[in-house]
């Protein structure tokens, strides 16, 4: 049996052909791979631009590299996480929002930056801050302005703030009135006294 040197060069020819264009292939899918991976990993320019001019140059070691450099979460699962651990930390904190656009505020900024809303209001007595529905200031118990009423204690202010001021004033009038039937013709009895009283000492003077 012998081989043709011509049919052997062919075999060699042919097979050095496909690996080479299985290697050319290799190397433009894995630059493709590169760049897409990195472009859902990295929003840098720059990043990009050597993530793929790495395994561009350094062909299978290169993409080893990359494999190792690249960061370890792409964008869209940072943002996921993002959104979890402000989720979490609102459950947890309660932070106080805006009554008005929702947005996060400070415990002691008097208005809303953003929307303008009115969040606090300062006692003129002492300076501190106080809710704006509260009518009495908690550090120094001097109420708000228009707010001051005399002779009243705390209790009472207190128990007025919540419910509304006509039901407070309409529950106690029939009461009274029940009360002040029997009574009612004692009282004009002592009113006609005092007129007789006052005729008497009227024609007295
Ligand atoms: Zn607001
Ligand atoms: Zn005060």
């Avoid at 009243?152 to 004033?169: H, K, R, S």
């Amino acid at each position: 049996m012998t081989f043709d040197p011509n049919i052997l060069g062919n075999f060699t020819l042919f097979g050095i052909a496909f690996g080479a264009a299985f290697i050319a292939a290799l190397w433009l899918s894995l630059v493709i791979w590169t760049y897409r991976d990195i472009r859902s990993r990295a929003r840098d320019p720059l990043a990009r631009v050597l993530a793929v001019l790495v395994v561009a140059v350094l062909f299978l070691p290169g993409l080893l590299v990359y494999a190792i450099l690249r960061p370890a979460r792409t964008l869209e699962e940072e943002y996921q996480r993002t959104l979890e651990e402000e989720a979490l930390l609102q459950t947890i904190e309660e932070v106080p929002v805006c009554p008005g656009c929702s947005r996060h505020i400070e415990p002691d900024w008097m208005a809303c930056p953003h929307c303008h809303t009115r969040l606090k209001k300062r006692c003129h007595q002492c300076g501190r801050l106080m809710e704006l529905p509260w009518n009495l200031c908690p550090y120094c118990t001097t109420p708000a302005p228009g707010m001051r009423r005399e002779n009243i204690t705390m209790e009472d202010a207190l128990q007025a703030l919540p419910v509304e001021p006509p039901a407070d004033e309409a529950a106690p009038a029939p009461v009274e009135s029940m009360e002040t039937e029997t009574p009612e013709p004692a009282d004009e009895n002592q009113a006609e006294p005092g007129k007789n009283a006052e005729e008497s000492a009227g024609s007295q003077g």
